[in-house]
């Protein structure tokens, strides 16, 4: 893939929302944001409800938008972002790189898909969104090209993505308690969530959920 790497130093003053409720990570990404030049402003939000509620989210430039947030999801917001606003660029961020994740983001709207531990070429990201092109890292371009070649005999197994993001916790032995705090959830939501799971994995406890998203290839 052929860069620009004057793009950013040559183009207006850009605004740079992130939505992301991790915060060290926030930190960390605003800190490799605010050495580029002509970042004029850096604004984020813990919550896609607080970013929807607050009119300057209508103003940036780029959002870097977390997938697992508390209340409504990424995808979903880029969906709600994709609709309000012509010309809001958005690059999903997320530990996850599921197929149907990768191509919800970008059927709702996403410009770019990046695993939240390659962020090393974030100037060369923005570059690429502010020159009209399309951003993913190399990791998710491979689960792009593998999803067109002809498929592993593995079950099929559907989930919706908050049975995905309740499911990642799990495996990383999050209690149902925690799970609930986390997504803003009533633990018997939560429950209802972890009794589909089961039933569409066709398992009983953690230990055979973690063996079946491995065999699966899940997350």
């Given at each position: 893939m052929?860069?620009?790497?004057n793009?950013?130093?040559?183009?207006?003053?850009?605004?740079?929302?992130?939505l992301?409720?991790?915060?060290f990570?926030?930190?960390?990404?605003?800190?490799?944001i605010s050495e580029?030049?002509n970042?004029?402003?850096?604004?984020?939000?813990?919550?896609?409800e607080?970013?929807?509620?607050?009119?300057?989210?209508?103003?940036?430039?780029?959002?870097?938008?977390?997938i697992?947030?508390p209340?409504?999801?990424?995808i979903e917001?880029?969906?709600?972002?994709?609709?309000?606003?012509?010309?809001?660029?958005?690059?999903?961020?997320?530990n996850?790189?599921s197929?149907e994740?990768?191509?919800?983001?970008?059927?709702?709207?996403?410009l770019?898909?990046?695993?939240?531990?390659?962020?090393?070429?974030?100037?060369s990201?923005?570059d690429?969104?502010?020159?009209g092109?399309a951003y993913?890292?190399?990791?998710?371009a491979?689960?792009v090209?593998?999803?067109?070649?002809s498929?592993?005999?593995?079950?099929?197994?559907?989930?919706?993505d908050?049975?995905?993001?309740i499911?990642?916790?799990l495996?990383?032995?999050?209690?149902i308690p925690?799970?609930?705090?986390?997504l803003?959830?009533s633990?018997?939501?939560?429950?209802?969530?972890?009794?589909?799971?089961y039933?569409k994995?066709q398992?009983?406890?953690?230990?055979?959920?973690?063996?079946?998203?491995q065999?699966?290839?899940?997350?």
């Amino acid at each position: 893939m052929s860069l620009k790497n004057n793009n950013v130093k040559n183009s207006p003053s850009i605004r740079i929302g992130i939505l992301e409720n991790d915060e060290f990570f926030l930190e960390e990404l605003k800190t490799r944001i605010s050495e580029l030049e002509n970042v004029a402003e850096i604004l984020s939000w813990k919550t896609g409800e607080m970013l929807l509620r607050d009119p300057q989210h209508k103003n940036i430039d780029i959002l870097f938008l977390d997938i697992m947030l508390p209340g409504i999801n990424g995808i979903e917001v880029v969906k709600i972002l994709s609709e309000k606003i012509d010309n809001i660029k958005v690059i999903m961020l997320t530990n996850m790189n599921s197929d149907e994740m990768i191509f919800n983001s970008i059927k709702n709207g996403a410009l770019g898909y990046l695993l939240k531990s390659e962020l090393g070429q974030i100037k060369s990201i923005i570059d690429v969104i502010l020159d009209g092109g399309a951003y993913i890292t190399p990791t998710i371009a491979l689960r792009v090209f593998s999803s067109f070649r002809s498929p592993v005999d593995k079950p099929k197994v559907y989930l919706t993505d908050r049975e995905k993001q309740i499911l990642e916790l799990l495996v990383k032995g999050k209690t149902i308690p925690l799970v609930s705090k986390f997504l803003d959830l009533s633990e018997h939501t939560v429950q209802g969530y972890v009794k589909s799971i089961y039933r569409k994995l066709q398992v009983h406890n953690r230990s055979e959920l973690a063996l079946r998203v491995q065999e699966y290839s899940i997350l």
